[in-house]
C-alpha cells in the first residue's frame, strides 16, 4: 500500500486548484448570471468582531494577515468555484472528471471558510471558561484540566505545518470530543465545531517560527467562551 504522504496532499491540492482554472472563465460569465442560490457564488467575508490590536499575545500584524488573506481567500475562492459549478451544470457535454476537481475545491473551501469564522469568532475573550459547556468538558473528560489537556496534545500533533484542532458537540453520539482534522476538508460528519484551533503554520509563524506551543498557550488566552458556550447550547438543543 502507498503511503499518502503531506507532500502527496499538496500534490493533489495542486492538481485540483489546476482543474479549477481548466474550467474556463468565459463559462463562467455565460452561466454565473442564471446561478440557483446554491452556486449564487455571493459570499461576503465577516468582519473581525474584535480589535486585533488588543490581543494578548497575537499581534496585529499576524491576525492582519491571516484574516486579510487566507480567509478572505478562501471566501473569493469559494465565489468562484461556485460560479463555476453554475456554468458546468449549463453545458450537459461538461467532463465528470474536471466536475469532481470543482466539488472537491467546492469542499475544501467551504470548510476553509467555515472553520475560519468559528476560528476568529472565538478570539478576543479573556480566556477563562465557563457556562454550560465548562461543566459539560469536566463531566466528560473527568475535569476541565484534562480536556484542555487532550485539546492542547491534539493541536500540538498538528504543529507540523498543516490542519484543525476541533472541539466538537457530535450530534450522532450526543458527545463532546477533540477532533485531529488534518485539513479543511476533515471532521466529524455530523459534528458541531464549537472551537477551531487552526494549526496551519500561517496561523502562528509569523509570531512563534516554529514554537507552535506558544502559539497554542496565546490562543487559549483569547478564547472567548461566552461565544463556545453559545454554541454548546444551540448544538445541544
Given at each position: 500500500?502507498?503511503?499518502?504522504?503531506?507532500?502527496?496532499a499538496l500534490?493533489?491540492?495542486?492538481a485540483?486548484?489546476?482543474?479549477?482554472?481548466l474550467?474556463?472563465?468565459?463559462a463562467?460569465a455565460q452561466g454565473?448570471?442564471?446561478?440557483?442560490?446554491?452556486f449564487?457564488?455571493q459570499?461576503q467575508?465577516?468582519?473581525?468582531?474584535?480589535?486585533?490590536a488588543?490581543l494578548?499575545?497575537?499581534s496585529?500584524?499576524l491576525?492582519?494577515?491571516?484574516w486579510?488573506?487566507?480567509y478572505?481567500?478562501?471566501?473569493?475562492?469559494?465565489?468562484?468555484?461556485?460560479q463555476?459549478?453554475?456554468a458546468?451544470?449549463?453545458?450537459k457535454?461538461?467532463?465528470?472528471?474536471?466536475?469532481?476537481?470543482l466539488?472537491?475545491?467546492?469542499?475544501?473551501?467551504t470548510?476553509?471558510?467555515v472553520?475560519?469564522?468559528?476560528?476568529?469568532?472565538t478570539?478576543?475573550?479573556?480566556?477563562?471558561?465557563a457556562?454550560?459547556v465548562a461543566?459539560?468538558?469536566?463531566a466528560a473528560?473527568?475535569s476541565?484540566?484534562?480536556w484542555?489537556?487532550?485539546?492542547?496534545?491534539t493541536?500540538?500533533?498538528?504543529?507540523?505545518?498543516?490542519?484543525?484542532?476541533?472541539?466538537?458537540?457530535n450530534?450522532?453520539?450526543?458527545?463532546?470530543?477533540n477532533?485531529?482534522?488534518?485539513d479543511?476538508?476533515h471532521g466529524?460528519?455530523?459534528?458541531?465545531?464549537?472551537i477551531?484551533?487552526?494549526?496551519?503554520?500561517?496561523?502562528?509563524?509569523?509570531?512563534?517560527?516554529?514554537?507552535?506551543?506558544?502559539?497554542?498557550d496565546a490562543?487559549?488566552?483569547?478564547?472567548?467562551?461566552?461565544?463556545?458556550?453559545?454554541?454548546?447550547r444551540?448544538?445541544?438543543?
Amino acid at each position: 500500500m502507498t503511503n499518502v504522504t503531506r507532500r502527496n496532499a499538496l500534490a493533489a491540492a495542486g492538481a485540483g486548484a489546476a482543474i479549477v482554472s481548466l474550467a474556463g472563465s468565459s463559462a463562467v460569465a455565460q452561466g454565473a448570471a442564471a446561478a440557483a442560490p446554491a452556486f449564487a457564488g455571493q459570499h461576503q467575508p465577516r468582519p473581525l468582531k474584535f480589535d486585533p490590536a488588543k490581543l494578548t499575545g497575537l499581534s496585529e500584524k499576524l491576525i492582519t494577515s491571516h484574516w486579510q488573506n487566507n480567509y478572505q481567500g478562501s471566501v473569493k475562492g469559494l465565489n468562484t468555484v461556485e460560479q463555476k459549478l453554475a456554468a458546468a451544470m449549463a453545458d450537459k457535454d461538461f467532463p465528470p472528471l474536471i466536475y469532481s476537481g470543482l466539488k472537491r475545491e467546492e469542499l475544501h473551501r467551504t470548510g476553509s471558510v467555515v472553520l475560519h469564522e468559528n476560528y476568529f469568532d472565538t478570539l478576543g475573550g479573556n480566556g477563562k471558561p465557563a457556562g454550560d459547556v465548562a461543566r459539560a468538558l469536566a463531566a466528560a473528560f473527568g475535569s476541565f484540566d484534562a480536556w484542555e489537556a487532550e485539546f492542547r496534545r491534539t493541536a500540538m500533533a498538528l504543529s507540523g505545518g498543516s490542519g484543525w484542532a476541533i472541539l466538537t458537540w457530535n450530534r450522532h453520539t450526543k458527545s463532546l470530543h477533540n477532533y485531529w482534522a488534518w485539513d479543511h476538508m476533515h471532521g466529524a460528519v455530523t459534528g458541531a465545531p464549537l472551537i477551531a484551533l487552526d494549526m496551519y503554520e500561517h496561523a502562528f509563524h509569523m509570531d512563534y517560527g516554529s514554537a507552535a506551543a506558544k502559539y497554542v498557550d496565546a490562543v487559549m488566552t483569547n478564547l472567548d467562551w461566552e461565544i463556545v458556550d453559545a454554541r454548546y447550547r444551540a448544538a445541544v438543543a
